[in-house]
């Protein structure tokens, strides 16, 4: 037994070193540094970073490299890493509205006030493989920019509807004024509010997430979404220090916030309107708060009186499934060693045949 566990140890050392290696790649190649993963894969760090629940665009990079690109690997690595770190206290409430945007759409309205804001996407791409970006020195286009000295006020898309009185008024979940819950410290409990469900999807598995949020736009929550707005861009992070007694501004970061706008046949109470799904991720997501938003809505089915019939407004299906750590944790352990637990099934199965061999005879005889 011992000559096996010292066997088992050399074999996992070797097998770090051989991870270091295939990590390096050729070493004739250049290594990559942190500077051009953080500014070249910079989508790449922003799902790191919202999946990872830690703003740290330079730790996300790190993360990144370590993991060979595996992005789960990544997420892992940040919010393991995470945990060791001391909490000081907790910020306010950003204020999305004052967003020095970067991109602001609506499917929605086409004139609105401030403007649409495409900024950077894919959205009107061929999706060709560019060869350009195979060759060394290129030299990016620079893009023409509006001059930002003076940005017009770009009230929310959703306020529009809310004049006519057509939406709800706001988001239904925990009032402003109750203590919200944080999820990195508790454990997820049923039924949940919205707080800790909007916590789960902010930082859920975006493939779990965008497949929920597909089905149900394939009538599997019946319930039909307009994109109301996207938003892209840095907000101020501020928060009140006990000897100060007032909010001062700690920082800037980049978030992705999306509005859906919802079908609803009203109720007795309530007249035939539009209702809201929300959104909000770290980093530039506009995908995983597109679908974000999809699923929130879903997930608002017994709040609004609709029956629950798909996965996507399970909450107990949903929020227990969506964290991809959990998911691999679960989903690797299988290949570790599992020897002592198939030898008793293996004993199991040949005792069981044999039985059936016996009672075969017997029934012959």
């Given amino acids: 037994m011992y000559v096996a566990v010292k066997g088992g140890e050399r074999a996992i050392e070797n097998a770090h070193k051989f991870l270091a290696e295939e990590r390096r790649g050729d070493k004739d190649v250049p290594e990559l540094s942190l500077d051009q993963i953080r500014e070249q894969l910079s989508l790449s760090i922003s799902r790191v970073m919202a999946e990872g629940s830690l703003y740290d665009p330079d730790l996300a990079a790190l993360a990144v490299k370590q993991a060979r690109g595996d992005l789960i690997e990544a997420i892992f690595l940040l919010r393991a890493y995470r945990t060791t770190l001391p909490r000081f206290g907790f910020t306010t409430a950003i204020e999305t509205s004052d967003m020095s945007l970067d991109r602001r759409i609506s499917a929605t309205f086409k004139d609105l006030p401030g403007g649409q804001v495409l900024g950077p996407t894919y959205d009107y791409t061929h999706r ?84 929920l949020g597909y089905s149900t736009q394939r009538g599997y929550a019946r319930n039909h979404a307009f994109v109301g707005e996207i938003r892209v861009g840095e907000v101020a992070v501020e928060m009140v220090p006990e000897e100060l007694g007032f909010a001062i501004e700690i920082g800037d970061i980049t978030i992705t916030e999306c509005e859906t706008v919802n079908q609803f046949k009203g109720s007795k109470k309530v007249p035939p309107q539009f209702t809201r799904g929300y959104g909000l991720t770290l980093g530039h997501n506009e995908r995983k708060t597109i679908a974000m938003a999809l699923v929130d809505r879903a997930l608002r089915a017994k709040e609004l009186g609709e029956e629950v019939e798909a996965a996507a407004q399970d909450e107990e299906f949903v929020l227990s499934h969506s964290d991809n750590i959990q998911a691999t944790g679960f989903v690797e352990h299988i290949k570790l060693p599992h020897y002592v637990d198939f030898q008793s099934e293996l004993e199991l199965v040949r005792r069981l045949r044999a039985e059936m061999v016996v009672e075969q005879k017997q029934a012959a005889e």
Avoid: S
Wanted: net charge negative; hydrophobic share 40%.
């Fill in 128 to 211: 060709l493989l560019d060869f350009a970006l195979a060759a060394e020195g290129e030299e990016p286009l620079q893009a023409e920019t509006a001059d930002k000295a003076v940005e017009p006020e770009t009230p929310r898309v959703l306020e529009l509807l809310n004049h006519e009185g057509l939406i709800e008024q706001a988001a239904a979940g925990n009032d402003q004024d109750c203590e919200v819950g944080d999820l990195t410290r508790e454990p997820l409990d049923f039924p949940a509010g919205r707080d800790i469900r909007l916590q789960n999807l902010a930082r859920g598995d975006e493939g779990f997430i965008l497949a």
